[in-house]
């Protein structure tokens, strides 16, 4: 694993957990303590959606560690939120979507064109971010990660099937 150097602290770039392992089922915990040791796992989560092409976001989860931590990056906007709280709006759109734990594969799925998130930043202070079309989704999808969801669990029965089957 490429090893990058931070303020004197090593962030390595992690390998993203496949669609089947179980940490990806899990619900995750509340961070209740942001110390330097959350800062790494940002920093960590970051270079690791960093490190390869097409990535907009990645939750905590997906890198085995099971705490509300997701980090975003998409048209020029990027940050990160901890414990994060979405407001959905009524307003839907269907788009393609995919994984970065089951790559490569894509499926439609309607989600909220818009959404406020809100949470902390890795120092505790509260972070609004408010999102339309793609950046949405992404927050959705990350969000999703954090309570145990995987996408194609929002697919209709038949679709879910058939995008299993294409994975497998």
């Known amino acids: 694993m490429p090893i990058r150097p931070l303020r004197g602290v090593c962030v390595a770039v992690q390998p993203i957990r496949p669609f089947t392992d179980p940490v990806l089922r899990t619900v995750a915990e509340p961070v209740t303590v942001f110390d330097r040791e959350l800062r ?7 270079a690791t959606m ?3 092409a097409g990535r907009a976001g990645l939750a905590a989860p997906q890198i085995g560690v099971p705490l509300r931590v997701v980090v ?3 048209d020029g906007r990027s940050g990160h939120l901890v414990n994060p709280r979405l407001e959905l709006s009524e307003r839907r759109i269907t788009a393609d979507e995919a994984c970065l734990s089951a790559p490569g594969h894509w499926w439609p799925l309607e989600r909220s064109y818009m959404v406020t998130a809100r949470g902390r930043d890795m120092f505790g202070r509260p972070v ?3 999102a339309l079309g793609m950046l ?3 927050l959705q999808h990350e969000a999703d990660h954090l309570e145990g969801t995987l996408f194609v669990d ?3 029965a038949e679709d879910r099937e058939r995008f299993l089957a294409s994975i497998s």
């Open 40 to 46: 790494v796992l940002v920093k960590s989560l970051q």
């Open 50 to 52: 960093r490190a390869g």
């Open 72 to 74: 975003y990056e998409l």
């Open 128 to 130: 609004t971010v408010r």
């Open 136 to 138: 949405a989704r992404v």
């Open 154 to 156: 929002r697919l209709p």
